[in-house]
Each structure stands twice: as C-alpha cells, then as structure tokens.
C-alpha cells in the first residue's frame, strides 16, 4: 500500500509559508537599519560610491540606491566595494 502523499504537500506548503514570512520579516528589519543609518542616492549610486572612494572621505555616511550589473562590476573592477541585498518595496510590506 502506498502512503498517503496528500498530507504531505500540505505541510511542505505551510513550512514554506512560514520559512518566506521569516526571511521576508528579516530583510524588512535590515531594509528599516539601512534607510535609518544609510543615505538614499537613488539612481546615482555608482557616481556617488566613485566620489566618497576617490575623495577618501571614508568618515562619510554610508549610502544605498540603485545600479545596474554593470555599473557594479565597474565598480568592483575599480576596487570599489559594494554588496547586493535583496530588497522589498514599501508596497509589498
């Protein structure tokens, strides 16, 4: 006799909701510590990473915003740091 898989799905699904909402939850918390502690500079990421590098004003605040693949292997071949994090718009909260 086969086992009954139907139960089964039903709680893969339900720990797969749960595991989402927890990182989903995480990422949030995070989103919230950067825009508190961090400057939005929006689409002017990549100029605005190059001028805080190159100026070597290092004591100023971080920053976030937006770049394309590109601009952040551009940066990267400059030695230039940046870190790619997941991100949920506000109206996905």
């Known amino acids: 006799m086969a086992p009954n898989l ?3 799905k039903k709680k893969i699904k339900t720990l797969d909701n749960k595991k989402f909402n927890k990182i989903k939850n995480r990422i949030i918390k995070y989103q919230n510590f950067i ?5 939005y500079v929006g689409d002017r990421f990549s100029y605005e990473a190059r001028s805080i590098h190159y100026s070597n004003k290092k004591d100023k605040k971080g920053i ?3 770049a394309t693949p590109k ?3 551009e940066l990267s071949d400059e030695g230039i740091k940046t870190e790619l994090l997941p991100w949920i ?3 996905e909260n």
């Open 71 to 73: 601009e952040v292997k």
């Open 64 to 66: 976030y915003g937006k």
């Open 35 to 39: 825009k508190k502690n961090f400057d």
């Open 6 to 8: 139907n139960n089964t």
């Open 89 to 91: 718009n506000d109206k």
